[in-house]
């Protein structure tokens, strides 16, 4: 969530959460659950899902399999 918001703004992240919440989804889990929702156009969205996806994904365990010191914030795929 923190991602999110950093990278698209918090007033979207919580436009999203509000959605997610609506349809039932959980507004306190990203990965398939808020992400799935869009309160924004839709190449910002896609944006800032990327960004959220590689930063956790991507770069997180490439830091960590280099050896740096931490553990991974999320086990989602």
């Not at 989804?25 to 960004?51: I, L, M």
């Not at 959220?52 to 365990?61: F, N, S, T």
């Not at 280099?66 to 795929?77: I, S, T, Y």
């Amino acid at each position: 969530m923190t991602l999110s918001a950093y990278n698209g703004g918090e007033t979207a992240r919580d436009r999203e959460r509000v959605l997610a919440d609506r349809a039932g989804a959980d507004p306190d889990v990203w990965f398939h659950e808020t992400a799935s929702f869009r309160a924004r156009g839709k190449s910002a969205w896609r944006e800032n899902r990327d960004y959220v996806r590689r930063i956790l994904l991507v770069l997180e365990p490439a830091y960590i399999d280099a050896g740096w010191p931490g553990k991974a914030a999320c086990n989602v795929g």
